[in-house]
């Protein structure tokens, strides 16, 4: 080793820090190639009595630097936290997993019981994660409560690797009494995608001890993001979700809104540049209505959000005592649609909260959506708002457990009369009803939006002056509308955004057919919406997206007018 190497490795040592059990190297740029060019670190590691943390970041280690360094580990069996983040900088990537190994083999040769270990920002993709496997199931990550492999290009197969091990960890150490409990679980930027996210799911489910997830950048689209969502709900000390710049789209967006209901600690959501959108936002402002009692942060930036959704979102927050900021930005709210939320979020005096709306896209062109996730087409032509086209069912169930189910066994046995009116309804047909009229309650099931929202259209569509057709229609929508909205929060607003997508009011996901509306479907709402089934909080929504979007009904403008009217005073009844 040349004598400037060993100045500047010397000079380095004496800036070391070396105290409270920790011995640090961070950032001093070391270039730690062979045995000799580690010995004064390596005798600082021996002399070291007690040590607890070892922080190697921002240095370059080769194999044989990293065997030097493994064999002073051998007998520090107090160590506890290795940050060991960008510390293979210029290496070959077939010389990372052997450095790996030799360090983990002498962690465990130590008995050293780890609780934080950071490999981040080393770019050593699946051969790396295998560099760790064996450490990560041996008893020395038995009680690691801080997983850090940011940006380290694991990929699909690192993914499942790392799955594997944490469930074989959880296994053994469960098997002992202690079960693994990892509270923070980081892995951004690493192309886990579905497969990879989709094994990690499995793990995060098993170990039920999640505080923070932090998995931004990964190319995860729905199908991903819907096994992480289930695998969330069952970490109920979760305080920290950050999915940004991943796919969620509408179904991905539910799955999560359903796993949000069920967490009462999370106090930070990060689904920025998520493709959340308007049906999607509405969801998450109803899981903020009826839970997160803690929440201080959110963030739905960028996800093609427009107006009318933003502000459901923004009224949602309004009863949140934590809330410290909401991130908006870069959505399709226009000029004015900015204005507009500025103003409500002051108006409830939280224009504080609000972030900067410099990088909003403008107002979205009248066309259809494209593809849920810019790949294919997953649903066969059918109605993406049905929501049930997905071929493990995952979305349905996503949404049916907030649905009314005692009713599904009597589908079938509804009599043949209700079948045909639904089939093709008439006047004649809905009075011949009758009294089984009330077997039309039966019949929709808010776990199914897009066909709850198509029976009460086609009911309401034969409203007329008639004194006995109009009692009839008005009565039968209060019996079914009653059962639609008196679920969960999240139910009632998956049913209402899915109605107002297909009565062309809201922006939706996919090529949803519009109903060709009559007078008489927005007569029934002005009825319904001054009921006391109606929540107020229901006719709020309406009332924000049909005044942003009322031109929609302009061919309709009286009956329009008339449940613009109704609404406007249902939400100012305090009552």
């Not at 160590?79 to 010389?95: A, I, N, P, V, Y």
Request: hydrophobic letters at 40%.
């Amino acid at each position: 080793m040349a004598s400037d190497d060993i100045a500047q490795l010397a000079d380095a040592l004496s800036k070391t820090h070396v105290g409270d059990g920790e011995l640090s190297y961070k950032g001093l740029g070391l270039k730690l190639d062979n045995a000799e060019s580690v010995e004064g670190l390596v005798r600082e590691i021996e002399q070291y009595q007690g040590l607890r943390a070892l922080r190697l970041e921002g240095n370059t280690v080769g194999v044989e630097a990293a065997q030097a360094i493994a064999k002073a580990l051998e007998n520090k069996d107090l160590l506890q936290r290795c940050h060991w983040s960008d510390m293979f900088t210029g290496r070959l990537r077939s010389e990372i997993p052997t450095a790996l190994r030799c360090l983990g083999s002498a962690l465990m040769s130590a008995g050293a019981r780890l609780t934080e270990l950071d490999l981040s920002d080393n770019a050593f993709g699946p051969d790396g994660v295998k560099g760790i496997e064996q450490l990560l199931k041996s008893p020395s990550c038995h009680t690691l409560r801080e997983l850090r492999l940011n940006n380290c290009g694991m990929g699909i197969g690192g993914g499942k690797i790392l799955a594997e091990a944490l469930i074989e960890c959880h296994k053994q150490s469960s098997a002992l009494g202690a079960p693994l409990r990892l509270r923070v679980f980081v892995a951004g930027r690493n192309r886990l995608e579905n497969e990879g996210a989709s094994a990690l799911a499995k793990a995060f489910q098993l170990m039920g001890s999640l505080e923070e997830v932090h998995m931004p950048q990964n190319g995860i689209n729905h199908t991903g993001v819907m096994a992480l969502a289930s695998a969330m709900r069952q970490n109920p000390e979760l305080q920290v979700l950050n999915f940004n710049d991943n796919t969620f789209t509408k179904r991905g967006t539910l799955a999560m809104a359903q796993a949000l209901r069920h967490l009462r600690n999370v106090r930070a959501i990060n689904f920025g540049d998520c493709l959340v959108r308007s049906e999607g936002a509405i969801a998450l402002a109803a899981v903020l209505r009826e839970g997160l009692p803690v929440l201080k942060e959110l963030n739905l930036s960028f996800g093609e959000i427009t107006e009318a959704a933003a502000l459901v979102v923004a009224q949602a927050v309004m009863d949140k005592p934590h809330m410290e900021k909401v991130d908006l930005n870069g959505n399709c709210l226009g000029e004015e649609g900015c204005d507009a939320l500025r103003e409500a979020m002051e108006s409830m005096d939280k224009g504080d909260m609000l972030a900067s709306l410099s990088d909003d896209e403008g107002e979205p062109e009248d066309d259809d959506e494209d593809n849920d996730d810019g790949s294919e087409n997953e649903d066969d032509g059918d109605d993406v708002s049905d929501g049930c086209n997905d071929e493990n069912g995952e979305y349905c169930e996503t949404v049916k457990e907030n649905g009314i189910k005692e009713d599904s066994p009597n589908k079938s046995q509804s009599p043949a009369e209700v079948t045909s009116f639904l089939s093709c309804p008439s006047v004649e047909k809905l009075l011949q009803l009758g009294e089984m009229r009330t077997n039309l309650q039966q019949q929709v099931d808010a776990s199914d939006p897009h066909k709850a929202a198509e029976v009460l259209l086609k009911i309401s569509s034969l409203y007329s002056e008639d004194q006995e057709v109009q009692t009839a229609v008005l009565e039968t929508i209060d019996l079914v509308l009653k059962k639609l909205v008196s679920g969960s929060v999240l139910q009632s607003y998956c049913f209402l955004s899915t109605l107002l997508v297909m009565m062309g009011l809201l922006k939706g996901e996919g090529k949803v057919k519009k109903v060709s509306l009559v007078p008489g479907q927005l007569l029934c709402l002005e009825h319904a919406v001054q009921q006391e089934y109606f929540a107020q909080h229901h006719a709020s929504l309406l009332h924000i997206v049909l005044s942003k979007n009322g031109e929609a009904l302009k061919s309709l403008s009286s009956a329009r007018d008339r449940l613009s009217s109704a609404l406007e005073k249902r939400c100012n009844d305090q009552h």
